[in-house]
Nanobody, 126 residues
Framework: QVQLVESGGGLVQAGGSLRLSCAGS????????MGWFRQAPGKEREFVAG????????HYADSVKDRFTVSRDNAKNTVYLQMNDLKPEDTAVYYC???????????????????WGQGTQVTVSS
């Protein structure tokens, strides 16, 4: 079993920054990919960013490219999402997810991930 715990959400003004963390634990925490998703009220969950656990390759949704940065610390079993220049439309519950299956590319669909965190609220005021 894998457990994921997000932290770092909060309330920030537009143009501000937040850093989310997602700590993984379990008997053997060794995912192939880690992803960040978000879900705003009344909207479907959407992919935000993903990272390859071993090599560190990344992929971003167009809406956050050049503003968000995903990174990982393998020694701490933790993945981060640095969010800069936040906009009101970034307001959502943010989830991290772990994919234990090998694939050629970082998955962008939620059902491809095996484990999820509980989510952390990010609210950006205008």
């Amino acid at each position: 079993q894998v457990q994921l715990v997000e932290s770092g959400g909060g309330l920030v003004q537009a143009g501000g920054s937040l850093r989310l963390s997602c700590a993984g634990s379990g008997r053997t925490f060794s995912p192939y990919f880690m992803g960040w998703f978000r879900q705003a009220p009344g909207k479907e969950r959407e992919f935000v960013a993903g990272i390859t656990w071993s090599g560190g390759g990344t992929h971003y949704a167009d809406s956050v490219k050049d503003r968000f940065t995903v990174s990982r610390d393998n020694a701490k079993n933790t993945v981060y999402l640095q969010m800069n220049d936040l906009k009101p439309e970034d307001t959502a519950v943010y989830y991290c997810a772990a994919d234990l299956q090998a694939a050629r590319e970082i998955p962008v669909l939620g059902h491809e991930y095996d484990y999820w965190g509980q989510g952390t609220q990010v609210t950006v005021s205008s």
